[in-house]
């Protein structure tokens, strides 16, 4: 008897992210077995089947047909050693992964999941891993790969929530009343055409950027911010704070940059710009959906701020957090936006994070998702990392630094600005709290560029 197939109906907020991939890299400090990864794999995806699924388009909607069609598995031998491989973190093309091609999977010509196991010249591995956006957010990934170490290791593996109408699933958790605006920005043609123009330009006009904070070193920036906030803050709100003021410092908009030649002049004497900072939120707990819900269960909180202390922008964004569901959740009002729209409008609606003519700056926050949790042969990683296809200026991505201590910033800036981060101003700014006699772990100090 043939059993039915599981199809999802993705929601509109899903169709804001369709055309986006996502892509992480695992890092290993031992040879793993390839082929026990891969059966791992597979059992991995009988339980959440939405990572090989097919995305079906049906009129202005989209589905993802779960059909076990749409992974791919391959394994490959390197000449990289592992501090080589990091560095190779902050390139466009690391070599390490197989990114998605988002618009491919969209139309359903493509997989919606990538993996590539590297085995590395000194008998390291890393094991490179993609994902239509569309299918879920991190949450929904870091779900997938515990059941993938369970399924590698022969334990029980959680089960998944697989919500087949996603849109319905949300609006039964929404409040009645949300903050009022929606989550996203409408665009004219004009502009529309130059965020694409930004977008294919990405890759000539941007450089990544790595900075390592170690545990100690992480521990008295937060102590310095809370002293000066006189409240407490989490880790997240002081890195979130101090990467912004300092990315904006080095760029001329707060205090001036000596390097920020572009700011000079007329600029210089006027009053400092006001910016937009947004941090995406994992809503699970706000809504009560379960952990292992899978889809994107995302919003935003939006600060515009000024030249502001770092330690009053990380409480301002304490108290939005506090205050997330009354002042900062939108996804009803922007349903009702798009509803009032039409669907024909879903292509002028852009996320919040993404104006660069403005410089708004968005941090997705990835630590505390239990990335290191995915331990293969015994073994945990000693380092999880984005591994950026698209770099779009002015967001940076915040995981867990090696052996899940300290933290690893991952920031997308414009080239000149980069350059200015790596210099001898940036790194002392960027560095602020690090003591002479700091010890880093050996993996940091062995790769290369890594601020």
């Not at 969209?106 to 569309?134: E, F, I, Q």
């Not at 995302?298 to 502001?308: F, N, P, Q, T, Y």
């Not at 002015?394 to 630094?401: A, K, P």
Request: net charge negative; aromatic share 6%.
């Amino acid at each position: 008897m043939r059993m039915s197939v599981p199809v999802i109906r993705c929601a509109w907020s899903d169709l804001l992210l369709a055309d986006l991939s996502v892509s992480v890299v695992f890092c290993y400090d031992r040879a793993l077995d390839g082929p026990g990864l891969r059966a791992g794999f597979t059992a991995a995806l009988a339980a959440t089947p939405a990572f090989a699924g097919r995305f079906r388009p049906v009129g202005a909607d989209l589905e993802l047909v779960c059909d076990g069609e749409g992974a791919e598995f391959r394994e490959l031998d390197s000449p990289l050693t592992l501090p080589e491989a990091i560095s190779r973190l902050a390139l466009l093309e690391s070599g390490l992964v197989d990114h998605v091609d988002a618009p491919a999977a969209r139309a359903g010509r493509a997989p919606v999941t990538r993996v590539r196991l590297n085995h590395l010249a000194d008998g390291t591995t890393v094991l490179g891993c993609s994902w239509h956006h569309a299918i879920g957010d991190m949450s929904s990934f870091t779900t997938f790969m515990r059941q993938w170490s369970a399924a590698s290791a022969g334990e029980p593996v959680e089960p998944s929530l697989l919500v087949e109408d996603r849109a319905t699933f949300l609006d039964a958790m929404l409040p009645e009343k949300d903050s009022g605006r929606p989550g996203f920005r409408v665009v004219d043609e004009r502009e529309s055409a130059e965020l694409r123009r930004v977008a294919e330009a990405s890759a000539r006009a941007n450089r990544l950027v790595q900075v390592y904070l170690a545990e100690a070193e992480l521990a008295r920036l937060r102590e310095r911010f809370e002293r000066e906030a006189g409240r407490r803050l989490s880790t997240n709100d002081v890195l979130t704070a101090h990467i912004v003021s300092t990315v904006r410092r080095l760029d001329g908009d707060y205090g001036g940059a000596a390097g920020a030649a572009d700011a000079a002049g007329a600029a210089a004497s006027a009053p400092p710009a006001e910016r937009d900072l947004i941090v995406p939120v994992d809503l699970r707990r706000t809504l009560g959906a379960p952990r292992e819900t899978i889809g994107n269960l995302l919003g935003e909180i939006a600060i515009r701020h000024g030249d502001v202390a770092p330690a009053k922008l990380a409480a301002d964004l304490r108290a939005a957090v506090e205050d997330f569901a009354d002042s900062h959740l939108t996804l009803r009002t922007s349903r009702a936006v798009l509803e009032e729209l039409g669907p024909e409008a879903l292509d002028r609606c852009v996320p919040l994070g993404f104006n660069p003519s403005e410089r708004t700056f968005t941090t997705s926050r990835w630590r505390g998702f239990g990335a290191y949790t995915a331990e293969f042969d015994g073994a945990a990683p000693v380092l999880m990392a984005p591994a950026i296809s698209l770099p779009l200026p002015w967001v940076c991505w915040m995981v867990e630094g090696f052996n899940g201590t300290g933290a690893l910033l991952t920031v997308a800036v414009p080239a000149a600005l980069a350059t200015r981060m790596r210099s001898a101003e940036g790194r002392a700014l960027l560095h602020s709290d690090r003591a002479p006699d700091d010890e880093l772990p050996a993996l940091a100090s062995a790769v290369r560029r890594m601020l």
